[in-house]
């Protein structure tokens, strides 16, 4: 027997006249270096429909790849709804990927036009010649004094937008394809993930949820996040959708700037990286704010700096876990009930885990080999896998052997992790980051969580090292606090209370920054590098 | 082009094993008349396996109907779950409807099984040679000493559970037909919605969301408005999704006892019908609390019971609209951000709204024949009419002519609105209490509100009496409060700054109660059938 419901297709265009029709007073302010830009989701909607014009104008096809090259702004986002709600694909470029990198994905995806900021313009530009199936640039002037190509690919946004006429929107296929997004892997070619209109709307639901973001409308978001990557972990469709004001950072990423607008434009929530929250809090801290919730995720959250913010800003930074593939966000750390009345100590613990799977997403730890399912004891780990709406299948005309999904239908993260009794994950490591030492694992996040604790340090990445006995044995390499020295010893002593004697590292290194990779995580494979000669004693 | 992502259908078992895994120390808490009975999820998704089981035991169809007649209650929750886990069909039978309608219903609906509450056992038993389809009587005893019957039909819920095995869940299709609920319209037979597991798992993200119920893990949610009823708002699937404890009235609807579990149980959301909240508030008022929002619908509520409890509950009450074609919930009048300053009177107009509809759900207004839209200007009035995916298509199997889907494919709602620039819904009347006065409309709910807005007013209901020259006038029927006494004039003097002259009703009359449906609204049907033979002066 069948449902006698409504067949209503689940799109970002119902999300997007959802926004036109209720919240049009809200706001959207970018912070561009030519200038603070304010407009209201009536004005964004009207320029977003001209928008759909202009790709009509210039000739993209039915469903064509829709480049953008740009910071999180509000040009972005009309970008995020006009290229998806014409049936389009929004392809959003990585604006710190390597050249190498930006043309492969932008063949591979078959751009027919990229949108870029001025302020990024030369780190495209000279790859025009190498993106084959580009037409048009067209230039979003965000400010700055960068050179405009005389070339007649190069268009201007706003004139282009001040001509055209404004579309109807109408999908009605909730799997045709919204968006894409490459992930650039450790080895092997970057790859695309695409998601269809219905994973959009089913993420931003899931987002919004108060067990996740919890927006409203009475919040004003701002996504650190960049829209460039990974979505903008969902908040650039889940705020308008929500009805809340948006605040985008636009180029201006510099920690006195976010803290500013946090201050002074009422943001209640925020979201990014870990790096970006340790540069920010001595800039944030004591002053008043509005914030209810910080956003944390795409490397795990260091308890100290989870502490820090509770202590000096008055709110704990809330983890969650998620990857491109998952849309991207699929778990939370928020704090369950039971842990309400628990020491600070135990809250911290339960707040760095990436916690419990949204509604609509679920997981298991299994055996990556033969998929057998490890127990939920918070000791056993094994490889996550995920299922659920806003999973990817598979990735966009892969390299030949790349397989996402297993023979029964999870998809695989490549993260290594513990699920308690309650099905709360605890990310132990990238399966590519685990320490093989005698034939036992050690967790190079557990360990680098540990070294973090310690009052001098600022960053501290573990890599394995080969080693002739054990196969292979950590390495911390340890970025002190400006200003600071200390020891070897002093950095071991610190750790022994705290972690296993057969975890401990071998050596300690204290160098002048941890590398990143082009999304702001520890870049494991470029420290691996820089100590492949790397000889430990005894 | 096509999104990559998984094919993962959106079902009712989906949202249980969420539940399942990890809200395990969530609590039920059911106030029984034979006594307060608490359980965890993890013993409630236990017997909710179980329950499975029995059904299979009994010998119900692969889709088969499996009909509840009872109270909100932690059985009720397992029956939820247990029957559309198993590809079965859920239909609640409403406890207050007349005996003709319950027959009527269950055959139509083919009910294989009955599950019933012992306190409500004597309004169901004697109507069960009448069910053709009905094999089981299974009673679920909440106490009390109704006698039960010595019948091979009859079986003893607890009985059935303690022999059962547990049965794995899995529907595939979110298509599939999850539940069903009959909704008793004023002519006619009642008509059969049919919800499928995509709608109730849209609807449970719907109602979850900020700007709806807003349920997250540290919620205590108790509904009042009855599972029996157009799905309890789907707080029945939404606390347990969102890891929300609950709490469940049982047949204890005594406005004491339910202000005792808001005290007691720490309740933080609870919501029912108007009349509900009248009762309660004498035994609310002035006690401490946990509530931070209380949902109320079903009837438009009065200015002056929310304005009273925001003075003496320290909360406003949150309308929320919907109908059971709408699964129920739609819209709610959540405060939009550009009246967080405004002065009360203003924030109680808006609070008493329809409001925004959810996302997900679009609304427009109509001229019913044509289907011309009217104009967003919060004057014009027009049919109100909603599509989405958890709005109804079709009823089950019905009666020649009953058409619920315009041509162009949206679900008229019989409501008479207006909606302002900014797309929020103000109910004006139901299209058929609408009185027609000299080729004019008059809205009921108005004239009704602003009589209720007198301090000697408990409740007043409008209805329209023939008239030989004006075709029909308003009659207003008064209930005063405890011990007031009041005049005519009193009440026609305090209108008149309140409402156009051509509205003032030609005559008052004080009555004992307005009587109510089966749902707990005003019935208009039963008041005009009482004044039918009236006559107006002059």
């Known amino acids: 027997m069948r ?68 910071w999180n702004s509000q040009r972005h986002l009309e970008l995020y709804f006009a290229a998806p709600c014409t049936g389009r694909v929004l ?46 640039v067209v230039v979003m002037d965000d400010g700055g004094d960068n050179e ?53 709307f089913l993420h931003t639901m899931g987002v919004m949820a108060p067990n996740a973001f919890g927006l409203g409308i009475n919040d004003v978001a701002m996504p650190v ?68 919730d910080i956003g944390c995720g795409g490397s795990a959250v260091p308890k100290a700096l989870s502490e820090a913010y509770r202590e000096q800003v008055g709110i704990p930074i809330l983890q969650a876990w998620g990857m491109t593939e998952t849309h991207p966000v699929a778990s939370s750390g928020v704090l369950p009930k039971r842990y309400q009345d628990a020491d600070d100590e135990t809250k911290a613990a339960q707040r760095a885990r990436a916690g419990i799977p949204f509604l609509g997403v679920e997981a298991r730890i299994v055996d990556s080999d033969t998929l057998e399912p490890q127990p939920w004891d918070d000791k056993a780990t094994g490889e996550l896998q995920v299922r659920g709406p806003w999973c990817a299948q598979d990735y966009y005309n892969p390299d030949a052997g790349v397989e996402l999904t297993t023979a029964d ?65 950590p390495l911390a390499c340890v970025v002190l606090n400006a200003g600071e020295e200390a020891t070897e010893e002093e950095i071991l002593e610190h750790l022994k209370p705290l972690v296993a004697k057969w975890w401990m590292p071998d050596a300690v290194e204290f160098i002048d920054e941890v590398p990143k990779t082009s999304v702001g995580k520890f870049s494991k494979k470029d420290l691996r590098a820089k100590f492949a000669e790397y000889e430990l004693k005894s």
């Open 409 to 473: 239908g999870w998809m695989k993260t490549g993260d290594v992790a513990a699920m308690d009794a309650f099905g709360s994950i605890r990310i132990a490591d990238r399966t590519k980051d685990l320490i093989k030492s005698g034939g036992e694992w050690i967790s190079s996040v557990d360990l680098e969580n540990a070294i973090m604790s310690h009052p001098k340090v600022k960053e501290a990445a573990v890599v394995g090292i080969p080693h002739p006995k054990w196969d292979e044995r």
């Open 148 to 200: 405009i190509p005389d070339d007649s690919r190069v268009l201007d946004y706003e004139t282009l937008l001040a001509d055209a006429q404004p579309v109807e929107f109408a999908v009605t296929d909730e799997w045709r394809a919204a968006s894409m997004c490459y992930t650039s892997g450790t080895t092997g070619n970057p790859k695309g993930v695409v998601y269809s209109h219905r994973s959009t």
């Open 3 to 70: 449902g006698l419901m409504q067949d209503s297709p689940l799109t970002v265009d119902s999300i997007f006249r959802h926004v036109e029709q209720h919240y049009g007073d809200g706001t959207i302010v970018t912070n561009n270096p030519g200038g603070v830009t304010r407009a209201t989701y009536a004005e964004w909607a009207q320029r977003t429909r001209k928008l759909g014009g202009v790709l009509d104008t210039l000739g993209i096809g039915a469903d064509g790849r829709v480049g953008t090259f740009g």
């Open 225 to 292: 996040v960049p829209m460039f990557h990974a979505n903008a972990w969902g908040i650039a469709q889940a705020a308008p959708a929500a009805g809340s004001s948006l605040v985008m950072p636009g180029a201006l990423m510099q920690p006195e700037a976010l803290a500013k607008l946090i201050v002074e434009e009422g943001v209640t929530f925020t979201a990014g990286v870990p790096t970006i929250w340790q540069g920010v809090l001595p800039h944030l801290a004591g002053r008043p704010h509005k914030l209810r």
């Open 91 to 136: 392809h959003t470029l990585n604006v710190r990927l390597f050249p190498e990198q930006l043309t492969y994905i932008a063949n591979h995806a078959e751009d027919e036009v990229v949108f870029v900021d001025r302020t990024v313009l030369p780190l495209l530009w000279p790859l025009i010649d190498t993106m084959k199936t580009v037409k048009h």
